[in-house]
C-alpha cells in the first residue's frame, strides 16, 4: 500500500473536502439534502480507483475495477441535478438564491471531479504509455456506458447496487429502456461527458510535460511557485 504512503496528503485532502461539504450541506438550511448522498457516491470511484492500484493481486484489482466502472456513472450523474433549480429558480436577484446555487453547483462540480479524477487514475494504472488512441477510445467508452449509467438511474431510478441485489430487474429494464428517447439521452450526454474528460486528460498531459520540461531545464519556473527544497 505505498501508494497511499507517498500520497496520503493529497487522498486526505481531497476526503477532507468531501467530508466538510457534506457536513456543511448537514448543519445549514438548504434545499439540497441530496447532495451529501450523491456527494458520497461520487467519492466511492475514487476509492475504488486508489485500491485498484495499491492492489498488487491480479483478482483484487479486477474486482475494485469492476466496482470502479459500476459506480462511475454516480459521479457524472450529478451534472443532471442542475434539474433541482427549478424548485429554487434560476433568477439570481434574491440573495438567498446565491447561498443555495452556489450550494448546488459545488456539489456537483466535486463530484465531477472526483469522478474524472477516478477515471485517470485507473487510466494511468491500464493505459500507461499507451498512444493517443487507446486514450481516446477509452474516454469515449467509458463516456457511452456512464450516459447510459445516467439514464437509468435519472428516468429508472435504478442504482449502482442493483446490480448486486437485483440484477434480474436491471437487466429487464435496459431490455425495456431502449427507445429514442434513451438514445438521444445517452448520445448527447455521452458527447458532453467525451468533450469533458478529453479537456481534462489533455490538459492534465500539458501540466506534466511543463513540469517535465521544467526538471529537465528546458522551461524557466517561476520562482513564486518554487518550494522552499527547491
Do not use: C
Not at 47 to 72: G, M, P, V
Amino acid at each position: 500500500m505505498s501508494l497511499f504512503k507517498k500520497n496520503a496528503n493529497s487522498i486526505i485532502m481531497v476526503h477532507l473536502v468531501v467530508g466538510l461539504f457534506i457536513a456543511f450541506v448537514y448543519l445549514t438550511p438548504t434545499h439540497f439534502d441530496f447532495l451529501m448522498w450523491n456527494v458520497f457516491l461520487a467519492l466511492l470511484p475514487l476509492d475504488f480507483a486508489l485500491l485498484a492500484l495499491a492492489s498488487r493481486l491480479k483478482i483484487t484489482q479486477f474486482s475494485f475495477s469492476i466496482l470502479w466502472l459500476l459506480f462511475f456513472p454516480n459521479t457524472m450523474y450529478m451534472i443532471t441535478d442542475f434539474i433541482h433549480l427549478q424548485y429554487i429558480s434560476t433568477a439570481l436577484d434574491v440573495r438567498y438564491q446565491y447561498f443555495n446555487y452556489s450550494v448546488l453547483a459545488a456539489g456537483i462540480f466535486i463530484g465531477v471531479f472526483l469522478g474524472i479524477l477516478s477515471l485517470e487514475l485507473m487510466m494511468h494504472r491500464f493505459l500507461k504509455r499507451k498512444g493517443p488512441w487507446p486514450s481516446l477510445i477509452t474516454l469515449g467508452i467509458v463516456s457511452w456506458l456512464s450516459s447510459f449509467g445516467i439514464y437509468l438511474g435519472r428516468f429508472l431510478r435504478l442504482n449502482s447496487w442493483d446490480v448486486f441485489t437485483n440484477f434480474d430487474m436491471v437487466v429487464y429494464y435496459m431490455k425495456t429502456s431502449i427507445s429514442r428517447h434513451m438514445f438521444a439521452f445517452v448520445g448527447l450526454f455521452a458527447l458532453a461527458q467525451f468533450g469533458i474528460l478529453v479537456a481534462y486528460h489533455y490538459g492534465g498531459r500539458l501540466l506534466i510535460h511543463l513540469a517535465e520540461q521544467e526538471k529537465d531545464g528546458l522551461v524557466q519556473s517561476d520562482p513564486a511557485f518554487e518550494t522552499e527544497e527547491n
